[in-house]
C-alpha cells in the first residue's frame, strides 16, 4: 500500500518538478564547493559557509536578498511564459533595459509618481517585446535572433538617448556624474518604491520596498492567465503545436505576437522594479545588463511554473547576496565563476525532470515483471 502510494507520489508531475529542481540545486552546490577547495582550500568551507548563512545574517541582508529577488522574478516570469507558449525569449535583458528607461524617463523627465512610472515600464518591455513576436509570426524568423539583436538595439539607444538628455543625466541636478541617471531620491522623491508595512520589519534598511510583494502578485497573476483562463489555454496551444491551434481555430499569428508583448511588459516591470527602489542608478555602459539572462536560470529551475519562479528567484538572489561575503578570501572573479556554476547547473531541472521520470518508470515496470 505504501509502495503504491510512493510510487503514485513520484509520478505526480508537481513533485517531480520539485524534486528534480532540490537535485539540481543539490548538485550545483557540491561542484561550487568543488571549486571553491580548488581554488581557495584553507578558505573553502568559511567561503561555503558564507554563501550559504549570509543572507539571513541580518534584516538588512535578508532585506538585499528581497530587493535583487524582485527583478530576477520578473524576469523568471517573462522568460518562463514565453517557454509556456513555445518561444525562447532570451531577449529579456533588452526588455528590461527598455522598461528601467521608460520608468527612469517618466520618473525623472516627466515627475511622474512611481505607480505611474511602473505602467511605463510595462509598456516600455511590451513595445520592445513585440518585434521578435511580428518577425516570428509573420515572417517566420527565429525569436532567438531577433531578440539577440535587439538586445543591442534596446542597449545603445538607451544610451544615446540618455546621453543626449541632460535633465535625465546626475549632473543635470548638482551631482558631478554624467555616466549615469540622477539620483531619485534628488530628481523625484515620489517615484521611489514604497517600503509600505515592511519598514516595520526591516527598519531604516535602503534596500527594502514593496517590489516584493508587486512580483509576487505578478507571479500569481500570470499563474491564473496560464493555468485558468481560455486566453492562457489556447496561448499553451500554440506552444505545443502551432499547426494544430490553426487546424483548431486558434489564431496562432495573434497569440505568438501576445505572448512575446506579455513577457516583453514582464521584464520591463523588473527593470522598473530594480531602479525605482532609489538604491541604484542607470549607468551608460557598453555592455547588456545581465539581469534579463539571469531570468533564464530562474525560469528553468522552477520548470516555467510561475509559483516556481517565486522561489528560484529567491533562492538565486540569496546565493548572489551569500557570494559577496565571500571576499576577501576570494576575488570578485572568483566568486563570480562559482556563483555562475551553481546557478546554471541548478537550470538542469528539466534534465532531472527526465532522469526521475525514467528512474521512476524504470521501478514500476520491474515492479509489474516481478507480478
Not at 142 to 171: C, D, H, Q, R
Amino acid at each position: 500500500m505504501k509502495k503504491n502510494q510512493k510510487g503514485t507520489l513520484l509520478q505526480n508531475p508537481a513533485v517531480v518538478g520539485v524534486l528534480a529542481s532540490l537535485l539540481s540545486i543539490v548538485i550545483g552546490l557540491v561542484l561550487g564547493f568543488v571549486l571553491l577547495v580548488i581554488l581557495n582550500p584553507g578558505a573553502s568551507l568559511e567561503g561555503m559557509k558564507a554563501m550559504m548563512t549570509t543572507g539571513f545574517g541580518s534584516m538588512d541582508k535578508f532585506g538585499k536578498v528581497l530587493y535583487q529577488a524582485a527583478p530576477l522574478m520578473m524576469c523568471g516570469l517573462s522568460v518562463g511564459f514565453a517557454f509556456k507558449t513555445g518561444l525562447f525569449n532570451i531577449g529579456a535583458s533588452g526588455q528590461y533595459t527598455m522598461g528601467a528607461f521608460f520608468a527612469l524617463l517618466f520618473a525623472i523627465q516627466f515627475q511622474m509618481p512611481w505607480y505611474l512610472c511602473l505602467v511605463a515600464a510595462a509598456v516600455g518591455g511590451a513595445i520592445w517585446g513585440i518585434f521578435p513576436g511580428l518577425f516570428k509570426a509573420y515572417f517566420n524568423v527565429n525569436e532567438v535572433i531577433t531578440a539577440i539583436m535587439f538586445n543591442w538595439i534596446g542597449m545603445y539607444l538607451v544610451n544615446l538617448i540618455l546621453a543626449n538628455s541632460p535633465k535625465m543625466l546626475a549632473s543635470g541636478w548638482g551631482a558631478s556624474n554624467s555616466d549615469r541617471t540622477a539620483a531619485l531620491s534628488a530628481a523625484n522623491p515620489d517615484a521611489i518604491l514604497p517600503k509600505g508595512h515592511l519598514a516595520v520589519l526591516f527598519g531604516n534598511s535602503s534596500w527594502i520596498n514593496i517590489s516584493i510583494w508587486i512580483s509576487i502578485v505578478f507571479a500569481i497573476v500570470v499563474w491564473v492567465v496560464l493555468q485558468k483562463t481560455t486566453f492562457g489555454y489556447e496561448l499553451k496551444a500554440c506552444g505545443l503545436s502551432r499547426d494544430a491551434a490553426q487546424y483548431a481555430g486558434i489564431n496562432a499569428k495573434r497569440n505568438i505576437v501576445l505572448s512575446m508583448v506579455i513577457s516583453g511588459a514582464l521584464s520591463g516591470v523588473g527593470g522598473g522594479l530594480y531602479y525605482l527602489a532609489g538604491t541604484g542608478q542607470y549607468v551608460l555602459e557598453k555592455a547588456i545588463l545581465s539581469m534579463g539572462f539571469n531570468g533564464i536560470p530562474v525560469a528553468l529551475l522552477a520548470s516555467s511554473n510561475p509559483i516556481g519562479t517565486i522561489f528560484s528567484a529567491l533562492f538565486i538572489s540569496y546565493i548572489q547576496v551569500g557570494g559577496a561575503a565571500m571576499q576577501p578570501a576570494y576575488s570578485s572573479e572568483t566568486i563570480d565563476i562559482v556563483i555562475a556554476v551553481i546557478i546554471y547547473l541548478a537550470a538542469f531541472a528539466l534534465l532531472m525532470r527526465g532522469v526521475i521520470a525514467k528512474a521512476v518508470s524504470g521501478r514500476k515496470e520491474k515492479g509489474g515483471a516481478a507480478k
